[in-house]
């Protein structure tokens, strides 16, 4: 009777597996069958070797028959062994025995019965074919030395070792054994043509695993659901394929179990078995695959989405896009996994990386209790914060919530996800420089990032790297000193640090607008700093301890726009308990400056004075008090004039010399004290330095900076403070005699530290009580020369009777002229009806004479019509010549 069966297997060369109709309740039926009046040589195993040219009679068949619909006929079975004999035939009708004989790899069956009919006409056909390949030195027939190979059917070599010759490289293969339908047993081809059996796990994934064929009959394990159907799959496809191997790694369980991918001309295994729902993905072996974990797991993610197989309870989880994913403004970095970001709409959220687990903390960490405040720091943690504050501090981020981690262990619940900066994972960043590791979630947890994969391919690649925590030297250790513990030890830092100008720090913590605690890295030293020449309002430690007005605000302005920033700052002094004073610049931007001009500070006139920004300070204070800002908002002018004027003359005089000239009542004086002489021998120092030095290319200056500037008019080189850039060139500011221009860019060079320690010599200042035109008025210069006629080259008294801001003003006396009171360059100016006395007389009490002068002054030049006069008065005031004081 002729039956028709599927080749499953061959075991030699003239014995197979047949392989029935897959049935409904399992796996289809086998049967053993040998090929009758035949025999090929052995094959060999782990207790003996090949007999010459038992696998090339092996490979001969398996090429022949594997995975093929053939007939057969069932001739006998031995008694004794209860094997089975009979016929093969191909789809063609050609007979598998005769072919075997006829190609030299079966041989006649010695000794062969001829009982059973029609078998002599067998036997004789064979025997002819037999001597036909005998003639023709066909296959076992041929030189016996060529019939046997090298072989190891168990692995005895370094696994490691192996891996390391063999890894990525394509090999042939067979696959012998289909143990579940992710673990073969493999016959390997290597390069050399010797042969190796070794256990192959798939990559990347897991498949239900199954009972084995050999269990002993007392074996009371199963097979898991789907397994019996996984295995069925795969051996249907490869068992006993020519294929290509490529070992990616070794078993997580250790032992010699190899880890790679097997490549078949109909595809990955690994991917088919995922997509129809016959595996899992496992992660810790998925980035070894070569194809990468993206294809497998958008197999098991089709798997999942039609409820295949293993799949078929699997419940997905809702996402809600609109609440998960968000831009936001990273605000702070708590620790190496962890920051605090600010959304569009001003909310605050902290959020852990997804799926990331920060290096773990060293040994001989500082403990709190230590009487020193120096730190010391053991393992990656910081370079981790480190590396996230650089990456991250003040960048717009798009953030992905990936999953939430409720409350549990003292720790609070907290939001998980992923951040993008720049096109970059900022996670993925950190683990491959070895500062973070991926965690292992369960196989069931599907709370993890959408980034998951590539953590893990990052984590491998450190590794491999050895980089950071997968390094085998020590850990690193970060010392920082505490230069503020006390005023004896600051002071020991001051002289260097001032010496160093503007020093690179990075702002650690804000306690309020105007006192924040600095990390200087040059130095490896940690500073409390004030910021000189201001006052921010304090801000309540407690619930119950209030404010003062604007405190929050300030606090929370210097918080956004430094807090773990890049700064620079520049040492001045330092105080009674070891806190440094000093300017501090964000971005090129004075801080002292920026809270000033928002009214979120006011004027430290001590400090202020002394300072270098002293100008900038004061017209920043005078910019907040006018457009009404913050502290200013209820600010009114009118009270303060009159709180000056019931305070009585002012009464300071002052020797000075007019530098520059702005218009006929506003100009820069020079105080003539010793620092004149001190300024003539800086500039001559100065301009020695810069003529013996080529200009710095790579230098860039920043409005605000205090730099080097060759003035036009003699080319000699003066100090300067940066105005403003445009392409029209470098507007500066001279500021030791007030006058202004712009340059190009080769006039203006950096301005050593060592030229910064004299204050500027230039102050602003406005006659008292009067006013002349602008420049760019009428009589606007005819003003100017008449000042500069009354004031030129001459050393003058001036009394300071007030100051806004930091202008002074002046009523200015040529004591050479009149030593009067009365007699001033102010009357003057009024005399020659170039100024007129203002509406609105401030500090006016006690100087009623001087006033009464000046009024007196300006109605005969009104009457004789002199300057802007000489059309009437032009003041627009009808009571100007009325005005009581």
């Known amino acids: 009777m002729v039956n028709k069966a599927t080749v499953k297997n061959v075991l030699s060369g003239d014995t197979v597996i047949l392989r029935g109709k897959p049935r409904a309740n399992g796996p289809p039926a086998e049967r053993l069958m040998a090929l009758s009046n035949v025999q090929a040589p052995r094959l060999g195993n782990t207790t003996r070797s090949d007999e010459p040219f038992g696998y090339g009679a092996r490979e001969f068949l398996r090429k022949l028959l594997v995975g093929k619909e053939v007939s057969f006929v069932s001739e006998y079975t031995v008694p004794t062994t209860q094997r089975e004999y009979g016929c093969i035939y191909l789809p063609t009708g050609e007979n598998v025995a005769e072919l075997g004989v006829k190609n030299g790899w079966l041989k006649v069956r010695e000794g062969q019965k001829t009982t059973r009919e029609g078998q002599e006409e067998v036997l004789e056909k064979l025997e002819q074919l037999q001597a036909e390949a005998q003639d023709a030195k066909l296959g076992m027939w041929n030189d016996a030395e060529k019939g046997t190979r090298e072989v190891s059917f168990t692995f005895d070599r370094d696994g490691h070792a192996f891996l390391s010759k063999y890894k ?160 936001a403004t990273v605000v702070r970095i708590v620790t190496g996994d962890m920051i605090i970001v600010k959304t569009k709409t001003g909310v605050e959220k902290k959020l852990q990386l997804a799926s990331v687990k920060q290096a773990p903390r060293g040994a001989g960490t500082t403990t709190a209790n230590s009487k020193s405040r120096d730190i010391k720091e053991v393992g990656y943690q910081f370079e981790a914060r480190e590396f996230l504050r ?138 409390t700093f004030v910021l000189s020449g201001v006052r921010a309002p304090r801000v309540g430690r407690t619930a119950n301890d209030k404010s003062e007005p604007y405190g929050q605000e300030a606090l929370d302005f210097v918080s956004q726009k430094c807090l773990q920033h890049d700064v620079e700052i520049e040492i001045e002094n330092v105080d009674k308990i070891g806190s440094f004073v000093g300017s501090l610049f964000v971005n090129g931007e004075n801080l002292a400056v920026s809270l000033l001009s928002r009214g979120l500070a006011t004027i430290h006139e001590y400090s202020a004075d002394e300072s270098n920004y002293v100008n900038q300070l004061y017209g920043a204070e005078r910019e907040a008090k006018t457009e009404k800002r913050g502290i200013w908002s209820g600010f009114k002018e009118e009270v303060v004039e009159e709180k000056a004027a019931n305070a009585g003359p002012n009464r300071e005089y002052i020797d000075v010399v007019v530098s520059d000239i702005i218009s006929g009542s506003h100009f820069y004086v020079q105080k003539v004290t010793d620092e004149i002489a001190k300024l003539k021998t800086l500039m001559s120092e100065l301009g020695q330095y810069q003529n013996a030095r080529p200009a710095d290319p790579s230098f860039r200056p920043r409005v605000g900076e205090n730099v080097s500037a060759k003035f036009t008019e003699d080319d000699c080189w003066y100090r300067g403070r940066v105005r403003r850039i445009s392409h029209e060139g470098i507007e500066v500011l001279y500021i030791d005699f007030g006058n202004s221009e712009t340059l190009p860019n080769s006039r203006v060079r950096s301005l050593p530290e060592n030229f910064k320690q004299l204050k500027a010599q230039a102050h602003e200042a406005v006659l008292s009580f009067v006013k002349s035109p602008e420049v760019t008025e009428d009589y606007g210069i005819e003003a100017v020369e008449c000042f500069k006629d009354f004031t030129a080259d001459k050393q003058l008294v001036a009394n300071v009777d007030a100051r806004e801001g930091n202008v002074m003003c002046l009523t200015l006396f040529d004591f050479r002229k009149s030593a009067s009171a009365e007699d001033s360059v102010n009357l003057d100016m009024v005399s020659e009806g170039q100024a007129y006395v203002t509406p609105k007389v401030r500090y006016a009490r006690g100087n009623e004479t001087i006033l009464k002068a000046l009024q007196g002054a300006q109605e005969e030049a009104i009457k004789r019509r002199r300057g802007m006069f000489e059309y009437g008065d032009i003041t627009g005031n009808e009571d100007v010549t009325s005005t009581h004081y």
Not at 472 to 486: H, L, T
């Open 390 to 527: 650089k990456k991250l501090i003040g960048k717009q981020a798009h953030i992905t919530i990936d999953y939430h981690k409720p409350a549990q262990d003292g720790f609070e619940a907290r939001d998980c996800a992923t951040v993008i900066v720049s096109n970059h994972n900022i996670a993925e960043q950190l683990i491959v420089r070895g500062l973070a590791t991926a965690i292992r979630h369960r196989k069931d947890d599907d709370n993890r990032s959408h980034c998951y994969d590539q953590l893990l391919i990052a984590e491998k690649k450190a590794e491999e790297d050895k980089r950071g925590i997968h390094s085998p030297k020590e850990q690193p250790v970060v010392r920082i000193v505490d230069a503020s513990e006390n005023a004896a030890k600051s002071r020991q830092f001051l002289t260097f640090l001032k010496r160093s100008g503007k020093v690179n720090a990075v702002v650690d913590f804000v306690a309020n607008g105007s006192r924040l605690f600095v990390w200087v890295p040059k130095e490896n030293c940690r500073l």
């Open 168 to 327: 990525g490289k394509p090999l042939d293969a067979v696959i012998e054994q289909v143990r579940d339908g992710a673990t073969f047993r493999i016959l390997l081809i290597l390069p050399d043509q010797t042969q190796q059996i070794i256990t192959l796990h798939l990559s990347g994934i897991k498949a239900p695993s199954c009972k084995r064929d050999n269990a002993p009959a007392d074996d009371q394990s199963v097979s898991e659901p789907f397994g019996e159907e996984c295995k069925f799959f795969v051996e249907s496809r490869l068992l006993q394929r020519g294929v290509k191997v490529i070992l990616e790694g070794l078993s997580q369980s250790g032992g010699q179990t190899f880890v790679g991918s097997v490549q078949h001309p109909a595809g990955n295994i690994a991917e088919l078995l995922l997509s129809q729902g016959l595996a899992k993905c496992v992660d810790w072996s998925i980035t070894l695959a070569t194809c990468g974990p993206a294809p497998l797991r958008q197999a098991e993610k089709a798997a999942k989405e039609k409820k295949l197989r293993i799949w078929r309870d699997f419940v997905a989880k809702k996402v809600d896009t609109n609440a998960t994913e968000f831009d």
